[in-house]
Structure formats: C-alpha cells, structure tokens
C-alpha cells in the first residue's frame, strides 16, 4: 500500500522555521512528482510547493514563495519542506501528496485532485 507519512510539526514562534519531512514507500518514489498542502480549520486545502520527478524543478504557491523550499532526497524517499519566516496564517495541517503518475507538478496547477496518495499530515503552530 502507497504510504506517504509527515513529520517535523510543531510549535514556533512568529519568524520562526521548521522543516517538514514526508517520508515515502511502497512505490517507486523517483518516479513521481510529490508536492505538500496544508488545511486549517474551517479552511479548503491549499497547494503550496510540488517538486518533480526528474529534474527536481520546484514550484511554489504565492503565499509561500520566497519564503518556503521545497526539496527530495530520492535515495532516501524523502521529500522536504523548509518553511521560514513563518506567520500566524501558516497555522494548518500539513500534508504531502504524490502527483498521479507520468504528471508534473504543473499538470494541475496546485489542484488536490491531482494528487492521489495524501498522508496523515503533521500540525504546524505559529504563534507567540
């Protein structure tokens, strides 16, 4: 079974950083592009950063760029999230998702029904 599992969530302060990891198996990982979501309450899923399967090209939601990259490690089946300057907004689940197969990250444009394999996802908690 298709396993994608979060971690590195937690508690920071306004300003702060924290790197999520999504660690994945049962599937050949190097060969799917994976991108990361988060969800707060009452809120939809919002697209955040995909990196593609190949040649590792980043791509990055608006309210994220520049402050947030995204990275893997294939060898290790691990897909990272740096998160920086983090704010109060950033506040939300966090999932990671594998994009369906021979699809970039910009096949859907940041959209969840582009991914087909989400994790559990991991809590970020910005505040003071």
């Known amino acids: 079974q298709v396993q994608l599992v979060e971690s590195g969530g937690g508690l920071v302060q306004p300003g702060g950083s924290l790197r999520l990891s999504c660690a994945a198996s049962?599937?050949?990982?190097?060969?799917?592009?994976i991108g990361w979501f988060r969800q707060a309450p009452g809120k939809e899923r919002e697209g955040l950063a995909c990196?593609?399967?190949?040649?590792?090209?980043?791509y990055y939601a608006d309210s994220v760029k520049g402050r947030f990259t995204i990275s893997r490690v294939n060898v290790k089946n691990t897909v990272f999230l740096e998160m920086n300057s983090l704010k109060a907004e950033d506040t939300a689940g966090y999932y990671c998702?594998?994009?369906?197969?021979?699809?970039?990250?910009?096949?859907?444009?940041?959209?969840?029904?582009?991914?087909?394999?989400w994790g559990q996802g991991t809590p970020v908690s910005v505040s003071s």
């Open positions: 998702a594998r994009v369906r197969w021979q699809n970039s990250c910009t096949t859907y444009g940041f959209r969840p029904s582009g991914y087909e394999y």
């Open positions: 049962e599937f050949t990982f190097d060969r799917y592009a």
């Open positions: 990196i593609n399967r190949n040649d590792n090209t980043p």
